[in-house]
């Protein structure tokens, strides 16, 4: 029988299910009923323009509060979610890679992947020695540098650094369903190759993968099993890896008039790097 913890993705795929979600914030319903379903060793790609909802879709599923979950459901490991804070989601294998990192001042990255891996992996604690293994294992998988890791969380780390730092974090805690919230944004090219190089180097049939991204680039070095474009808050299209060049050459504008989806799109995110 599947328990509450990491030990079941030993022995059974992990599925997470969405179905009819809608969800609110502020009572502005923003996700107008999403279906979709990712599988442990599968990768899919949301893309999307500014405003449709994809972050609001990384947010409900992780949990996050001030998400209003109106109707449909979200399972995962065969048990709705929904009602679970985002500490229990962990626990089941589900990991969220933020668009824009916190900084975690007075907090280093080696200390935080330590008490983030406790946290989640609740029944396999390990030693400070046995997780600076791991750590290094990783470390060197991913190019990652001794200083980096001393370093507090996110502070005065650059765009890639933010970033590669969330794939480290994916790597060390090693859950069965990674949503990664446009992990390429902000990024130059090198830095861009790094750390979709090191997210493809993750990918394996035990790392089911929702890679939310604005823009086709990363999906030269990470090939999806699945694309899905969102408008709007609604999965409008789905289809397979060969959509991404079809969208870069119609654009958003493009499809939409195509698919004939009313209204204009929101501005865009003032937030959002260059
Ligand atoms: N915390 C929030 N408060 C109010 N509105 C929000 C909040 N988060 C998102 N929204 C709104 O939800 C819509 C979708 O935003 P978002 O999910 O960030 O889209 P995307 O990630 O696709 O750019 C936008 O209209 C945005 O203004
Ligand atoms: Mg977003």
Redesign the pocket.
């Given at each position: 029988m599947a328990t509450q913890t990491l030990d079941a993705t030993a022995t059974e795929l992990a599925t997470l299910e969405i179905r009819g979600l809608r969800a609110s914030?502020?009572g502005?319903e923003?996700?107008k009923g999403i279906d979709l379903t990712v599988r442990q060793g599968e990768v899919h790609a949301i893309m999307?323009?500014?405003?449709?909802?994809?972050?609001?879709?990384?947010?409900v599923l992780m949990g996050r509060p001030?998400?209003e979950v109106t109707a449909g459901e979200i399972r995962f490991r065969g048990q709705d979610i929904v009602a679970l804070p985002t500490d229990q989601r962990a626990q089941l294998g589900l990991f969220l890679a933020f668009?824009y990192p916190t900084e975690i001042p007075g907090v280093s990255v080696v200390n935080f992947l330590r008490t983030a891996y406790n946290a989640v992996h609740s029944d396999a604690q390990l030693s400070a020695l046995a997780f600076r293994k791991l750590l290094k294992e990783k470390m060197d998988t991913l190019g990652v540098d001794d200083e980096m890791v001393r370093r507090y969380v996110n502070q005065g780390f650059s765009g890639g650094e933010k970033k590669r730092n969330e794939v480290l974090q994916l790597a060390v805690l090693a859950p069965a369903i990674a949503i990664m919230?446009?992990t390429d944004s902000g990024l130059d090219i090198d830095s861009l190759k790094a750390v979709a190089g090191g997210v493809a180097q993750l990918i394996g049939p035990n790392l089911g993968v929702l890679l939310?991204t604005?823009y086709q680039r990363i999906l030269n070095y990470i090939t999806p099993d699945h694309i899905h474009v969102?408008m709007s808050?609604r999965i409008v299209l789905s289809g397979g890896p060969e959509l991404a060049p079809q969208l870069e050459q119609k654009g958003y504008e493009g499809l939409r008039a195509e698919l004939g989806i009313e209204g204009a799109f929101?501005e865009e995110?003032p937030e959002?790097e260059a």
């Open positions: 914030v502020e502005k923003i996700l999307g323009p500014n405003g449709s909802g994809k972050t609001t879709l990384a947010n001030g998400y668009q919230d446009e939310i604005h969102m808050g929101d995110d959002r």
